[in-house]
């Protein structure tokens, strides 16, 4: 249901999507009808056809496809409804900072990469690299480039605590968290930063895209493709009740709503713990389905 309006391997395109069209919902809803029908044969059969056998091993296999199929309806309810966020109007000049980190062992090309896009970013910004190995290259490198390099000693918390020991430097009301191996386009905060008008808008979240995904590689574009459900209608149904999740990568924060929480919550899923607590503190979030970053 995320749908492309082009398609360009230049980094510095944008790839916008459409408002869906009233014939893509109605097939949509069409194919949801012809899941419910072909979901409704398969219990008949289940029930009429399938022995019971071993009767705790039948009942969990029940329990469990139950559960599955509770999901999925679950699932098409809210794909019944699913629309794009009309981007506001705004007058507002904010202040930005863009965080990326830097962990000993990955590649320089990729790093530099990324720090290049960052300060090709038109809006106003300061960015900062929260370098965990203290390298002294890209120490060099941020100064040609007029980035910020910051480094800690105390390494807890992972990801988030490299973060959150940069956000005690950076002072601007929005914090985009960008990963090291994602080139931003150009125009990324024009199209983000509109969406904050709304004082109850704690974060907005974009797509994760790859650069290699239409190329001739059956592994490539079979992982791009099977991530197509969760950035196309699961997310914009997401979007419907202002609880988009944040992936960890490409997401724009309102600082106030980071410091609400005391920064981005630690742990083996950062992203969806810092979502959930921003959410039960009251800020709303965005999901914008633009590819305005590729890895």
């Given at each position: 249901?995320?749908?492309?309006?082009a398609?360009?391997?230049n980094?510095?395109?944008?790839?916008?999507?459409?408002?869906?069209?009233k014939?893509?919902?109605?097939t949509?809803?069409?194919?949801?009808?012809?899941?419910l029908?072909?979901?409704?044969l398969?219990l008949?059969?289940?029930v009429?056809?399938?022995?019971?056998?071993?009767?705790?091993?039948?009942?969990?296999?029940t329990?469990?496809l139950?559960?599955?199929?509770?999901?999925m309806?679950?699932?098409w309810y809210h794909?019944v409804?699913i629309?794009?966020p009309k981007?506001p109007?705004?007058?507002?000049?904010?202040?930005?900072?863009?965080?990326?980190?830097?962990c000993a062992g990955?590649?320089?090309?990729?790093m530099?990469?990324?720090?290049?896009?960052?300060?090709k970013?038109?809006?106003?910004h300061t960015?900062?690299l929260c370098?965990?190995?203290?390298?002294?290259?890209l120490?060099?490198?941020?100064a040609?480039?007029?980035?910020i390099?910051?480094?800690?000693?105390?390494?807890?918390?992972a990801?988030?605590?490299?973060?959150?020991?940069?956000?005690k430097?950076?002072?601007?009301?929005?914090c985009?968290?960008?990963?090291?191996?994602?080139?931003?386009v150009?125009?990324?905060?024009?199209?983000?930063?509109?969406?904050?008008?709304?004082?109850q808008?704690?974060?907005v979240?974009?797509v994760?895209?790859?650069?290699?995904?239409?190329?001739?590689?059956l592994?490539?574009k079979?992982?791009?493709?099977?991530?197509?459900?969760f950035?196309?209608?699961?997310m914009?149904?997401?979007n419907?009740?202002?609880?988009?999740?944040?992936i960890g990568?490409?997401?724009?924060?309102?600082?106030?709503?980071?410091?609400?929480i005391?920064?981005?919550?630690?742990?083996?899923?950062?992203?969806?713990h810092?979502a959930?607590?921003?959410?039960a503190?009251?800020?709303k979030?965005?999901?914008?389905?633009?590819?305005?970053?590729?890895?």
């Amino acid at each position: 249901m995320l749908k492309i309006a082009a398609y360009s391997k230049n980094r510095e395109t944008i790839i916008r999507a459409h408002r869906p069209k009233k014939g893509e919902m109605t097939t949509m809803r069409l194919l949801i009808a012809c899941g419910l029908f072909f979901m409704c044969l398969f219990l008949w059969w289940f029930v009429t056809y399938v022995e019971v056998g071993h009767p705790v091993l039948y009942w969990l296999l029940t329990a469990g496809l139950a559960f599955k199929l509770l999901r999925m309806l679950h699932e098409w309810y809210h794909y019944v409804a699913i629309s794009i966020p009309k981007k506001p109007v705004t007058h507002k000049q904010w202040s930005v900072d863009i965080l990326t980190t830097f962990c000993a062992g990955e590649p320089y090309d990729m790093m530099i990469n990324t720090l290049e896009a960052c300060q090709k970013i038109t809006y106003p910004h300061t960015t900062y690299l929260c370098d965990e190995s203290d390298d002294a290259l890209l120490k060099q490198v941020c100064a040609d480039l007029g980035v910020i390099h910051i480094t800690r000693k105390n390494k807890i918390d992972a990801k988030a605590g490299n973060i959150n020991n940069a956000l005690k430097l950076a002072t601007g009301e929005i914090c985009v968290v960008l990963d090291p191996d994602h080139t931003p386009v150009p125009e990324f905060l024009d199209r983000v930063l509109p969406y904050f008008e709304d004082p109850q808008i704690g974060y907005v979240q974009v797509v994760q895209a790859y650069y290699n995904q239409l190329e001739n590689n059956l592994v490539a574009k079979g992982a791009a493709q099977q991530t197509y459900s969760f950035y196309g209608p699961m997310m914009m149904c997401m979007n419907e009740y202002g609880t988009a999740q944040s992936i960890g990568a490409n997401c724009t924060f309102r600082r106030a709503a980071l410091d609400s929480i005391g920064g981005h919550a630690a742990g083996l899923s950062e992203d969806m713990h810092t979502a959930m607590r921003i959410h039960a503190k009251g800020w709303k979030s965005v999901y914008v389905p633009e590819i305005l970053t590729r890895d």
